[in-house]
């Protein structure tokens, strides 16, 4: 079945400092992918999502690109900040159901 | 503003007693969720449905109940069968079948943070 692998966590960083939290998938066909950001004692929320090869999506600074030969959506942001401190998510849909697979989360804290 | 609605923010339920958390959303959506989230485990879904009157199992869908008698509304009730049910439980909905199916976002809820004394 499909699957989505993060990276185990906490990332820990200091304002200001480059974030890259990995993000690979198994899928049949060709999906669709996301990153959600949760915020403390909040929902999920959408951040960005690709929905072809090569794609980039980007959204408040963060960007990924959907990397088919290398099965990945690694998320990435040049300067973090304290209220980038979250759980990033990173999910799958694929053709013919819109059930997202969800990894597991990455907690990301930045410390000032 | 278009959303969705969980209450309550916080439930607390003595053992043996069933409850039911509330979720409502007016984006129009046809597809709701509920996720159950423990630390360390992601997201679990416990149950779906595509469109009023139908819903099926997610996968962990034992000692839970839902309904979807309309559109707006997906309540999830948490039965005494459900052995440890201290968690949190996100809702989602997202534009389902109608609006294209491999690209469909979801939208969630605020969350209900139940915990059995």
């Known amino acids: 079945g499909d699957s989505v692998t993060q990276m185990e966590g906490p990332v820990t960083l200091s304002e200001e400092a480059f974030l890259t939290i990995n993000c690979t998938y198994t899928?049949?066909?060709?999906?669709?992918l996301f990153w959600y950001v949760q915020y403390p004692g909040e929902g999920l929320q959408l951040l960005l999502k690709?929905?072809?090869?090569?794609d980039k999506g980007s959204n408040k600074g963060f960007e990924a690109t959907y990397r088919k030969e290398t099965t990945s959506f690694h998320l990435e942001k040049g300067s973090v900040q304290v209220s980038d401190s979250a759980v990033y998510f990173c999910?799958?849909?694929?053709?013919?159901?819109?059930?997202?697979?969800f990894g597991r989360g990455t907690s990301l804290i930045v410390h000032p | 503003d278009g959303g969705i609605t969980q209450s309550p923010k916080y439930l607390f339920r003595k053992e043996g007693q069933n409850v039911t958390l509330s979720c409502e959303q007016n984006?129009?959506?046809?597809?709701m969720y509920w996720y159950r989230q423990d630390p360390g485990q992601g997201l679990r879904l416990i149950y779906y449905?595509?469109?009023?009157?139908?819903?099926q199992k997610g996968d962990i869908a034992e000692g839970y109940s839902v309904s979807r008698e309309k559109k707006e509304s997906f309540p999830l009730t948490v039965t005494s069968a459900q052995k440890n049910p201290t968690a949190f439980y996100l809702c989602?909905?997202?534009?389902?079948?109608?609006?294209?199916?491999?690209?469909?976002?979801?939208?969630f809820g605020p969350g209900t943070r139940l915990t059995v004394l």
């Open positions: 989602a909905s997202s534009i389902g079948a109608s609006g294209g199916l491999s690209t469909d976002t979801q939208y």
């Open positions: 899928a049949t066909g060709y999906p669709s």
């Open positions: 690709a929905t072809k090869a090569d």
């Open positions: 999910a799958l849909t694929t053709g013919g159901s819109y059930i997202p697979t």
């Open positions: 984006l129009n959506h046809d597809a």
């Open positions: 449905s595509q469109i009023v009157n139908d819903f």
